[in-house]
């Protein structure tokens, strides 16, 4: 599925000295975009699923910052860079306190490294991730529907982990009562929120779209979801 913050911030701080300083708790968020926004208002930026940089360039002190970072949050980014320098000397406490009780992961970059390597590098290992998740999905697809095709899956699967004689389990889950066709964000926003409840089970499956229903294929994915379920309720 798509990069994670945690998985995407993986070597940030080696290679870029970027650190997390709060929110460490939302770092399994899945990041679908990377956005510079140094406006206040933020709702006209962003869709959801975006890890948002900032320098403060257009703004004065930092009182702006816990009314921007709630902007965020409430309209669905994963994350905060603050790229600390002469606009942003220094993060304030009470901001740090409010992204870990809210669990909205914050950052800071030094000023001395530009934003746009960072950005430029995100950008392109998220791009990447997503061909690859739909070079899998397809993969699977033609597994599921023409077998008889295994000269165009097989090894594209097995690169991916998941090996020819192995047992896997096929769950489509179909949405009810929707009055309306699902957008291509709105099914991404959705399978986002069906691979984060995965994670938490250690599944490994592929997720992919089909009409109005998301197909999940895994090992033993049944048995998990189960004991998943039996485990919250």
Request: proline share 3%; aromatic share 10%.
């Amino acid at each position: 599925m798509a990069l994670t913050l945690s998985q995407l911030c993986v070597n940030a701080e080696k290679t870029y000295q970027m650190k997390l300083i709060a929110g460490e708790e939302g770092m399994d968020n899945v990041v679908r975009w990377v956005h510079i926004i140094e406006d206040v208002e933020v709702s006209h930026f962003i869709e959801g699923q975006e890890l948002v940089f900032t320098t403060g360039i257009a703004q004065h002190g930092v009182n702006w910052l816990m009314p921007y970072v709630e902007q965020l949050l409430r309209h669905g980014a994963v994350g905060l860079v603050v790229n600390l320098g002469p606009y942003i000397e220094k993060v304030p406490p009470q901001l740090i306190v409010w992204c870990n009780t809210h669990a909205f992961p914050l950052l800071v970059l030094p000023w001395s490294v530009h934003i746009i390597d960072v950005t430029y590098d995100f950008c392109h290992r998220i791009i990447q991730s997503e061909k690859h998740e739909r070079s899998i999905a397809s993969a699977f697809s033609t597994w599921i529907f023409a077998p008889e095709k295994g000269e165009s899956y097989t090894g594209i699967l097995q690169r991916a982990g998941f090996q020819e004689n192995g047992r896997y389990q096929v769950m489509l889950l179909q949405l009810q009562g929707n009055e309306h066709q699902l957008t291509d964000l709105e099914w991404e926003q959705l399978q986002f929120r069906v691979y984060r409840v995965l994670r938490k089970t250690h599944l490994s499956v592929c997720i992919f779209r089909l009409e109005q229903s998301i197909c999940l294929v895994g090992q033993n994915t049944r048995e998990k979801l189960r004991q998943y379920v039996e485990q919250v309720s």
